[in-house]
């Protein structure tokens, strides 16, 4: 057992205001998602929010919480267009698959009326 290792409990800390940004942006976009915005819709309402922000009238709690929210926000936005994306292909994969299923059954049932 190493020295430094801690004994009990780790204390509990409060919150930061970055954290709690971040809280309300995660907690507001999987909403968004579960009410089926897509994600360009959800970066839109977000840049419409984020545009009422005003720094220079900022306290530096709120200047904390605005970026906790806005970087979880842009990072949540990109993962669900990166997610959208990559259903959009398998969609296409599997359209083709099924047309090539049918094209391939239409060929065989041409070939056994034809032998």
């Known amino acids: 057992m190493s020295a430094d290792t801690p004994s009990g409990p780790l204390p509990v800390r409060p919150a930061t205001e970055w954290m709690k940004g971040a809280k309300t942006a995660h907690d507001l976009i999987i909403r968004q998602v579960e009410a089926g915005y897509s994600a360009d819709r959800i970066a839109e309402r977000w840049d419409q929010a984020l545009a009422t922000y ?5 306290t530096t709690a ?5 970026a906790g929210a806005e970087e979880t926000a842009r990072d949540m936005i990109q993962t669900w267009r990166d997610i959208q ?3 959009a292909v398998q969609r296409q994969a599997d359209e083709a698959a099924r047309e ?7 060929q065989a049932n041409w070939e056994a009326e034809a032998g």
Not at 62 to 66: A, G
């Open 54 to 58: 005003d720094d220079t009238t900022a």
């Open 100 to 106: 090539a299923s049918q094209q391939t059954g239409t």
């Open 62 to 66: 709120e200047r904390e919480w605005h």
């Open 85 to 87: 994306r990559a259903e």
